[in-house]
């Protein structure tokens, strides 16, 4: 109940949702087979531990699997199977919170399924591993992110091959934007994954996707394709292909890679909608503006509106915001997208969440949810306790947010001065380097606003210049408004003449 990652993934049946279990090499593993693999788990239901495997496999191969009806089936059954199953409450759990479309402290009915985990770990005689689970995942409730993943790597260090230590690690190291961390948290367990472990090819995507985030891409792109020879629709190791090709800028060979391999990957419905939102960018940094709308017309959006999951969301945001600022006329686009994110206004689970819905509050004009998602904000990190994000607010969230603001209202040298002193810090609110560079640029995360930073502080004359024309075309700033709309009239984004500027720092 409540997977927020997976939600509404019985309405993407039609976009190529699995019909045939990914792992069909071996049969979901029972009670012997973990006690046998070294990961015990404390349940004497065989169906309570192959619908564990089941959900497991499922989260590893970003895949609803329609015969098991998906993630939410599988879970169902597994506590119909076993209540009491601890680590069945683990996974069930993990994958919410690992969505980051819930909290413990809006969502009651998470709040309380944490809650009970708890009271169950602490009434049965579990494995230390298990007790660590639980541990972990009361940490990432508690929005205590760091200390989470040296519990679930404390795990791995006596249990390499626990895939869901490995998985829920690597995926917050990622919203922290630890990289060094999030390769060697694989990077230390991978000798041990040996081909006869179910789903180690895909361990091995995992560990190609550290390794292109701390640039060593050749060794990415060597063992993503590594993976791919085992598993053709192993759609993480594709994303680590369309990342390196990103990151070398290659934009020949990325188009060519994304059009070859989408039968592939585009029935992994969970990540489906990222890749495409990769292929997208190509075209961005192509110039061609009119196939990216594509992509995400076709593509993008539906699959967003299908799903409803913060993945969705953010790769909705981010590519409207770059073609705005590439001046496509994004037209009531912002409208569809505001609908689905002004619901979690309030949520400030990350910093990197937050962003992005400020994006579409901005793009829709929708000033109340712009005011509450910064007031509640700015009310939260007067008293963040041990929670992470809140406690990077005032340092960074605050500054970031405004920063948007400003630039929305033209005020482009207010957007510098707030982003200009944390400009090396950003990478801790967490993205890959795809989103934080975005599009090849020096600069900010998953969206082109940089640009704007890069070119007022590079080119201070045009600043100058621009000021002069406000006030000769209108007097006492009544120009402002004119004179800070982009190509498309949005009133978002530079005047044209910066992009003149700019463009030679695309290349």
């Given at each position: 109940?409540?997977?927020?990652?997976?939600?509404?993934?019985?309405?993407?049946?039609?976009?190529?949702?699995?019909?045939?279990?990914?792992?069909?090499?071996?049969?979901?593993?029972?009670?012997?087979?973990?006690?046998?693999?070294?990961?015990?788990?404390?349940?004497?239901?065989?169906?309570?531990?192959?619908?564990?495997?089941?959900?497991?496999?499922?989260?590893?191969?970003?895949?609803?699997?329609?015969?098991?009806?998906?993630?939410?089936?599988?879970?169902?059954?597994?506590?119909?199977?076993?209540?009491?199953?601890?680590?069945?409450?683990?996974?069930?759990?993990?994958?919410?919170?690992?969505?980051?479309?819930?909290?413990?402290?809006?969502?009651?009915?998470?709040?309380?399924?944490?809650?009970?985990?708890?009271?169950?770990?602490?009434?049965?005689?579990?494995?230390?591993?298990?007790?660590?689970?639980?541990?972990?995942?009361?940490?990432?409730?508690?929005?205590?992110?760091?200390?989470?993943?040296?519990?679930?790597?404390?795990?791995?260090?006596?249990?390499?091959?626990?895939?869901?230590?490995?998985?829920?690690?690597?995926?917050?190291?990622?919203?922290?934007?630890?990289?060094?961390?999030?390769?060697?948290?694989?990077?230390?367990?991978?000798?041990?994954?040996?081909?006869?472990?179910?789903?180690?090819?895909?361990?091995?995507?995992?560990?190609?996707?550290?390794?292109?985030?701390?640039?060593?891409?050749?060794?990415?792109?060597?063992?993503?394709?590594?993976?791919?020879?085992?598993?053709?629709?192993?759609?993480?190791?594709?994303?680590?292909?369309?990342?390196?090709?990103?990151?070398?800028?290659?934009?020949?060979?990325?188009?060519?890679?994304?059009?070859?391999?989408?039968?592939?990957?585009?029935?992994?419905?969970?990540?489906?909608?990222?890749?495409?939102?990769?292929?997208?960018?190509?075209?961005?940094?192509?110039?061609?503006?009119?196939?990216?709308?594509?992509?995400?017309?076709?593509?993008?959006?539906?699959?967003?509106?299908?799903?409803?999951?913060?993945?969705?969301?953010?790769?909705?945001?981010?590519?409207?915001?770059?073609?705005?600022?590439?001046?496509?006329?994004?037209?009531?686009?912002?409208?569809?997208?505001?609908?689905?994110?002004?619901?979690?206004?309030?949520?400030?689970?990350?910093?990197?969440?937050?962003?992005?819905?400020?994006?579409?509050?901005?793009?829709?004009?929708?000033?109340?949810?712009?005011?509450?998602?910064?007031?509640?904000?700015?009310?939260?990190?007067?008293?963040?306790?041990?929670?992470?994000?809140?406690?990077?607010?005032?340092?960074?969230?605050?500054?970031?947010?405004?920063?948007?603001?400003?630039?929305?209202?033209?005020?482009?040298?207010?957007?510098?001065?707030?982003?200009?002193?944390?400009?090396?810090?950003?990478?801790?609110?967490?993205?890959?380097?795809?989103?934080?560079?975005?599009?090849?640029?020096?600069?900010?995360?998953?969206?082109?606003?940089?640009?704007?930073?890069?070119?007022?502080?590079?080119v201070p004359q045009e600043k100058q210049k621009l000021a002069g024309e406000e006030m000769s075309a209108g007097g006492h700033g009544e120009g402002t408004a004119s004179a800070s709309k982009n190509?498309?009239?949005?009133?978002?984004?530079?005047?044209?003449?910066?992009?003149?500027?700019?463009?030679?720092?695309?290349?």
């Open positions: 109940e409540g997977v927020s990652l997976f939600r509404g993934w019985e309405k993407n049946q039609g976009r190529g949702c699995s019909q045939e279990p990914r792992r069909s090499m071996a049969p979901w593993r029972d009670c012997k087979a973990w006690q046998d693999a070294g990961l015990v788990l404390s349940t004497t239901s065989n169906e309570a531990c192959k619908m564990f495997d089941a959900t497991l496999a499922q989260y590893a191969t970003w895949t609803n699997d329609e015969s098991l009806g998906g993630i939410e089936g599988s879970i169902s059954k597994l506590q119909a199977a076993d209540p009491n199953f601890t680590m069945g409450h683990v996974i069930a759990n993990g994958l919410t919170l690992i969505g980051t479309g819930s909290s413990v402290r809006l969502d009651r009915k998470l709040d309380g399924a944490i809650k009970k985990m708890s009271v169950l770990a602490q009434s049965q005689p579990l494995t230390e591993r298990e007790k660590l689970h639980v541990s972990a995942l009361e940490l990432f409730a508690n929005g205590e992110l760091p200390k989470a993943c040296d519990t679930w790597d404390q795990i791995l260090h006596d249990h390499p091959t626990d895939l869901l230590a490995v998985k829920l690690a690597h995926d917050t190291y990622f919203y922290l934007g630890r990289q060094t961390q999030m390769r060697d948290s694989v990077a230390r367990v991978y000798p041990y994954w040996t081909q006869d472990i179910p789903l180690s090819s895909y361990v091995k995507g995992i560990y190609s996707f550290g390794l292109m985030e701390t640039n060593f891409l050749d060794r990415a792109e060597k063992l993503a394709y590594e993976a791919l020879a085992i598993n053709q629709t192993d759609a993480w190791s594709i994303h680590t292909v369309a990342h390196v090709n990103e990151m070398k800028a290659d934009l020949k060979s990325g188009l060519a890679f994304m059009k070859q391999t989408e039968n592939n990957w585009k029935g992994s419905d969970m990540l489906a909608c990222h890749n495409y939102w990769h292929w997208a960018l190509y075209f961005i940094e192509k110039g061609d503006y009119e196939a990216a709308l594509t992509i995400y017309d076709t593509h993008i959006a539906p699959r967003c509106q299908a799903s409803g999951t913060m993945l969705d969301i953010v790769d909705n945001c981010s590519m409207l915001y770059r073609l705005q600022l590439e001046g496509v006329k994004v037209g009531d686009r912002w409208k569809g997208v505001n609908q689905l994110t002004k619901k979690h206004a309030l949520d400030h689970i990350l910093i990197f969440n937050d962003a992005h819905i400020l994006m579409a509050a901005l793009g829709d004009k929708d000033q109340k949810t712009s005011h509450e998602l910064l007031t509640t904000l700015q009310e939260l990190v007067q008293a963040p306790g041990e929670n992470y994000e809140l406690n990077l607010g005032p340092r960074l969230g605050l500054p970031l947010l405004q920063a948007f603001v400003e630039f929305e209202n033209g005020n482009y040298d207010k957007a510098v001065e707030l982003l200009h002193p944390i400009r090396y810090q950003l990478v801790e609110i967490g993205g890959s380097n795809a989103q934080v560079k975005g599009c090849g640029m020096v600069g900010l995360f998953q969206m082109e606003i940089w640009l704007a930073v890069v070119c007022l502080l590079l190509r498309s009239g949005s009133g978002v984004g530079l005047p044209s003449h910066y992009s003149i500027h700019c463009k030679p720092l695309l290349a």
